[in-house]
T-cell receptor, first 112, second 118 residues
Framework: AQSVSQHNHHVILSEAASLELGCNYS??????LFWYVQYPGQHLQLLLK??????LVKGIKGFEAEFIKSKFSFNLRKPSVQWSDTAEYFC??????????FGGGTRVLVKP | GAGVSQSPSNKVTEKGKDVELRCDPI?????LYWYRQSLGQGLEFLIY????????KSGLPSDRFSAERTGGSVSTLTIQRTQQEDSAVYLC????????????????FGPGTRLTVL
């Protein structure tokens, strides 16, 4: 069965700092990859997704992620964070079948 | 357009009681999923419906959990004889339901139902 690891459980940074959240998965076949975000008091929202093609995908709110197949990774990045990026971020993988397997989530706190 | 809706938003129940949680998917979405978000276990898949096919129940934690989807739209997740470890946020998601190696199917989530078992 596939698994997803997010290495950082909590990240604290200041506004304008750069953000990178790690995500690694274990599955040898074709995968679809997703990052979801959950802002305080809100529901899970899709941030970006990768299905095929260019391994560098751009999402909403200035986020991007790079799929590196050889490293089984799909790291999320943002060059300059804002206070409004405070949220919990979840990496998810869809392999065989349609269900999503989620990582444990990373809580990001951006200090104003 | 309207997103996935779930009701109730909060449910407090006593141990041993049965509860029903409802999900209304996005109009036109043929696939519907239930997940559970809890402190100890993170986000876990429970069950998946696709059209008229038999549901994938592989994530249901025990036979106290069941779900149905009537008319290919609304779904109800039922938990019988609730236990304290059932306390969690139950999330519903829906998608267009395309499948296969080239599928770009994307799941959209509802706000969840927070279940507290006393």
């Amino acid at each position: 069965a596939q698994s997803v690891s997010q290495h950082n459980h909590h990240v604290i940074l200041s506004e304008a700092a750069s953000l990178e959240l790690g995500c690694n998965y274990s599955y040898g076949g074709t995968v679809n990859l997703f990052w979801y975000v959950q802002y305080p008091g809100q529901h899970l929202q899709l941030l970006l997704k990768y299905f095929s093609g260019d391994p560098l995908v751009k999402g909403i709110k200035g986020f991007e992620a790079e799929f590196i197949k050889s490293k089984f990774s799909f790291n999320l990045r943002k060059p300059s964070v804002q206070w409004s990026d405070t949220a919990e971020y979840f990496c998810a993988v869809k392999a065989a079948g349609n269900k999503l397997t989620f990582g444990g989530g990373t809580r990001v706190l951006v200090k104003p | 357009g309207a997103g996935v809706s779930q009701s109730p938003s909060n449910k407090v129940t006593e141990k041993g009681k049965d509860v029903e949680l409802r999900c209304d998917p996005i109009s036109g979405h043929t696939a519907l999923y239930w997940y559970r978000q809890s402190l100890g276990q993170g986000l876990e898949f429970l069950i998946y419906f696709q059209g008229n096919s038999a549901p994938d129940k592989s994530g249901l934690p025990s036979d106290r959990f069941s779900a149905e989807r009537t008319g290919g739209s609304v779904s109800t997740l039922t938990i019988q004889r609730t236990q304290q470890e059932d306390s969690a946020v139950y999330l519903c998601a829906s998608s267009l339901g395309t499948s296969g190696a080239r599928s770009t199917d994307t799941q959209y989530f509802g706000p969840g139902t927070r279940l507290t078992v006393l």
